[in-house]
């Protein structure tokens, strides 16, 4: 596993790349939640209430940072996150 902190600059950010088989898990956290690739499912997060939005296609944090929002939660949409934002604008809301 890959811990990274901060992701962005000036934030209480950190990234996680674990390597599984097939592709790697990569997540990012905020203070208020975070975003994950497609390995991990919103609909879990929308149980949880929990914050969190995905990416897809990713194997990396950067990749993460720069790639499109597909899937919000509904607790992230309520604070500002919105799919086409890229996981450095949404990680920002998050954090």
Do not use: H
Request: aromatic fraction near 4%; proline fraction near 3%.
């Amino acid at each position: 596993m890959r811990v990274i902190k901060p992701i962005i600059e000036n934030t209480d950010t950190a990234g996680f790349e674990i390597d599984l088989p097939g592709a790697p898990l990569v997540v990012a956290r905020g203070k208020k939640g975070f975003v994950m690739c497609g390995y991990l499912d919103v609909r879990t997060a929308d149980k949880l209430g929990t914050a969190a939005a995905v990416v897809r296609g990713i194997k990396t944090i950067q990749d993460l940072l720069n790639a499109s929002i597909t899937d919000v939660s509904t607790t992230a949409q309520t604070l500002g996150v919105r799919t086409g934002m890229t996981g450095r604008e949404a990680l920002l809301v998050l954090s």
